[in-house]
């Protein structure tokens, strides 16, 4: 016990101290040192445009309901390969995208105009909501390994009324490729799913696989731990990979060539 929480505040120490560097790092240019003319327009729009969109309202207050809401679900932790019982209200506490980030995902969709898109991790289908809602053109399949929590999600895309958004149940590992193999093309990417190197670097290249100048990933948690940093690290020197945006929590990933290859550390 005493080992597990003296790993937990090592961990918590090791965030503090690579944030901390993070806001020296990123000297808060608000993307002036940036000379590629879209890259610019891209950071301008999305990590500092500021402006609500109308659906923002209702996602939140949907976000609001589910933090209070207190049905019980099993939910399979793809970590562990075990099977729990938790509440929706703490997975709506503790596992979701904070409102900032999951509407940066909304304003990249929006800015890209991206048609195909998808998303490794739907938990309760918020971020998946704000991926899917700039235009109904969209076509957004989210991928869940555990049925209970991808039923909620389904709930949510109703209550919402976003009838483009299709849920993939199971383990990604798993389904992927068939998946991709039906999606064609991406456009935008979300990866937020199992946190672990090897999980991440697999989806990573599998996705690559179906990617066109345009396409943007988006990393989430890359600094979470020393391995999905390592991943961060790999996925940035990646042959096809040029321009890299380090936000700390994120990490948003361009594969156009006339970008120069280089990370562009900011903060949101
Ligand atoms: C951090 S949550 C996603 C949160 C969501 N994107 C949001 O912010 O609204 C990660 C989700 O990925 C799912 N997951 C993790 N590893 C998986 C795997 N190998 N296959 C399928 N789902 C997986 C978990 O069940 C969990 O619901």
């Known amino acids: 016990m005493f080992i597990f929480a003296k790993k937990i505040s090592m961990s ?8 901390f560097r993070h806001l020296l790092e990123s000297k808060n240019t608000k993307g002036h040192g940036i000379h590629s003319p879209y890259l610019y327009r891209f950071t301008q729009n999305t990590i500092y445009e500021k402006n609500p969109f109308y659906v923002f309202q ?74 899917a809602s700039p235009s109904a053109d969209i076509r957004c399949v989210t991928l869940e390994g555990s049925h209970s929590v991808a039923e909620i999600a389904k709930e949510n895309f109703e ?66 731990s020393a391995d999905m940093e390592d991943a961060w690290k790999i996925i940035r020197k990646h042959e096809k990979v040029t321009a890299t945006i380090d936000l700390f929590e994120m ?7 006339s970008f120069p290859k280089k990370t562009f550390k900011m903060v949101l």
Not at 83 to 89: G, T
């Open 12 to 19: 918590k120490i090791r965030l503090i101290y690579k944030y």
């Open 58 to 131: 209702q996602i939140e207050t949907l976000r609001d309901h589910l933090k209070n809401d207190d049905r019980w679900i099993e939910f399979k932790d793809f970590g562990t390969g075990f099977d729990r019982d938790v509440q929706v209200k703490t997975i709506a506490k503790k596992s979701l995208k904070r409102m900032v980030w999951a509407q940066l995902l909304f304003r990249i969709v929006n800015f890209t105009n991206a048609k195909n898109v998808l998303e490794l991790g739907t938990s309760l289908g918020l971020t998946s909501a704000y991926l």
């Open 251 to 257: 990490g948003i990933v361009f594969f156009n060539k």
């Open 159 to 224: 209550k919402l009324a976003l009838r483009n958004i299709a849920v993939e149940i199971g383990n990604i590992d798993a389904i992927l490729v068939n998946v991709l193999t039906k999606m064609g093309t991406l456009d935008v990417v979300f990866i937020d799913a199992n946190h672990q190197k090897k999980s991440v670097l697999n989806y990573f290249e599998q996705c690559i696989k179906h990617i066109h100048p345009e396409t943007v990933f988006i990393l989430d948690d890359i600094y979470w």
